[in-house]
C-alpha cells in the first residue's frame, strides 16, 4: 500500500497550506484588493472582447506585442526585457528554482517582517532563507543588511518597495548601499504596490547589472487575473525564462492585461482615490485611543493596538474581515493590518473601531 507519508518530502508533509478565510458576506479588508470594479461600460467592452478568443488553442508562450506594450506604458528602459508571470508569486518561485544549487548553500535573503513568499520559495526550492529584522520603526537596519550580505553572500536579495505587511517605503540611499554591496547578489525590488507609493526603480533598472524590478496588475484591481511581471536586463530575463511553465499566462490573462492597457487612466484614477482615503483613514484611525498608526506608501495600514486578538474577533463580529499579523514576527506584536478601501468601507471600519478602541 502506497500512502503520501512514504513518498511526500518530510517539510511538506510539515507544513499547512496557505490560509484564506473565508469572506462570504463580509467587507474584505484583509489582501489589500482594490475594492472598485470596471466601470460597467468597460466591462462590458472587455466581455466582447474576451468573447472573441480562440479558447481552443494555447496562449501565446511570449506574447511580444503585449510585452511591447507593456514596457511603453511602464517606461521600461529599452535594454531591458520583461518576462511575464502567473501573479508576481510563480516570479517568486521561479527565481528561487533557476538559482537553488542544492548542497552548496545558495540563499535567499530579505528584511523582515516581509512577505512570506519570499521566504515560502526558499522552503520549497532547498535554498536557505535568512530573515535580517527591520528597525523597531520599520525602516530599514542599513547596517545589518550590510553585514549579512557580507556574512551570507546570498544569491537573491528581496528588496519590498514599499513592503508588506509594514507599509514602509525603503529609503531610496538606502536600498541604493544595498545594491552596491551586493555585487555578488541579484537583488529584486519588489513594486507590487507602485501606484500607492507613486515610486520606481524601473529607469534604474539598466543602470546596475544586479538589479531587477517586479511588478503586479494585483494591487491596482485585477488580483482575479494573476499577471505578474519582471523587468531587467536580458542575461537575467532569459535565464528565468528558461525554467518558466511554456504557458503559464492564459489568453483570458493576456486580452485582460492588453485592454487594461488601453484604460490605465481608469485604474490610476481609483489609486489615487484609495490614496486619499489612505489619508483620511490614516488621521482617523491614530485618533483612536491606543492605536497607532505606522506610515504606509501601500494601500493598506498596519495599526498597533492593545490588543489584536480581541480588534480582529470584535471587527469580525461586525462583519468586517482584517488580518491579525501578530504571530508573523515578534516586531509585529499586536498589530493589525487593514486594506483601505470606498470611503463606505472604510467608514463601516472606522464606526466598528470606535466601538472595539474604548
Ligand atoms: C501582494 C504582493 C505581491 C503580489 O503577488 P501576486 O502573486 O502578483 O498577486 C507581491 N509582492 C508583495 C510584497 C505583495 O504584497
Redesign the pocket.
Given at each position: 500500500m502506497t500512502i503520501p507519508q512514504d513518498i511526500i518530502r518530510s517539510d511538506v508533509l510539515a507544513m499547512t497550506s496557505y490560509p484564506v478565510p473565508n469572506a462570504t458576506g463580509l467587507i474584505k479588508l484583509d489582501a489589500?484588493e482594490n475594492p472598485y470594479t470596471l466601470p460597467k461600460p468597460l466591462a462590458e467592452q472587455l466581455g466582447a472582447r474576451l468573447a472573441q478568443l480562440a479558447l481552443n488553442r494555447y496562449p501565446l508562450p511570449r506574447p511580444s506585442a503585449l510585452i511591447d506594450r507593456l514596457k511603453c506604458a511602464m517606461q521600461v528602459p529599452d535594454n531591458c526585457d520583461v518576462l511575464l508571470g502567473n501573479?508576481?508569486?510563480?516570479l517568486i518561485s521561479l527565481i528561487a528554482t533557476a538559482c537553488a544549487k542544492p548542497g552548496t548553500g545558495a540563499k535567499i535573503l530579505a528584511p523582515v517582517p516581509g512577505?512570506v513568499?519570499y521566504s515560502m520559495s526558499a522552503k520549497l526550492a532547498h535554498l536557505e532563507f535568512i530573515g535580517v529584522p527591520l528597525n523597531i520603526d520599520f525602516t530599514l537596519d542599513v547596517s545589518a543588511m550590510l553585514e549579512a550580505v557580507a556574512a551570507h553572500q546570498p544569491a537573491i536579495i528581496y528588496l519590498?518597495y514599499p513592503n508588506?505587511p509594514t507599509g514602509t517605503l525603503f529609503d531610496d540611499t538606502d536600498l541604493e548601499r544595498i545594491v552596491r554591496a551586493a555585487n555578488r547578489s541579484l537583488v529584486v525590488i519588489?513594486e507590487?504596490?507602485q501606484l500607492f507609493a507613486q515610486r520606481s526603480w524601473i529607469s534604474r533598472v539598466s543602470e546596475f547589472d544586479n538589479v531587477v524590478v517586479?511588478r503586479?496588475v494585483?494591487?491596482l484591481g485585477l488580483?482575479g487575473i494573476?499577471l505578474?511581471y519582471l523587468i531587467g536586463l536580458p542575461a537575467w530575463i532569459s535565464e528565468f525564462n528558461k525554467v518558466r511553465p511554456p504557458y503559464n499566462t492564459n489568453v483570458l490573462t493576456q486580452a485582460t492585461v492588453d485592454f487594461m492597457l488601453d484604460h490605465l487612466e481608469v485604474f490610476d484614477a481609483q489609486a489615487a482615490k484609495l490614496r486619499a482615503e489612505r489619508a483620511r483613514l490614516t488621521d482617523a484611525i491614530s485618533k483612536l485611543p491606543g492605536a497607532h498608526v505606522f506610515p504606509s506608501s501601500g494601500n493598506f495600514l498596519l495599526v498597533r493596538v492593545l490588543n489584536a486578538a480581541t480588534v480582529f474577533d470584535e471587527l469580525l463580529g461586525a462583519w468586517i474581515l482584517i488580518k491579525n499579523v501578530s504571530r508573523m514576527h515578534p516586531l509585529l506584536a499586536e498589530c493589525i493590518r487593514i486594506t483601505v478601501s470606498t470611503p463606505y468601507e472604510n467608514a463601516q471600519l472606522l464606526a466598528a473601531l470606535k466601538n472595539v478602541l474604548v
Open positions: 489589500m501573479g508576481s508569486d510563480e512577505f513568499m519590498a508588506n519588489d507590487a504596490y517586479m503586479t494585483s494591487k488580483a494573476r505578474g
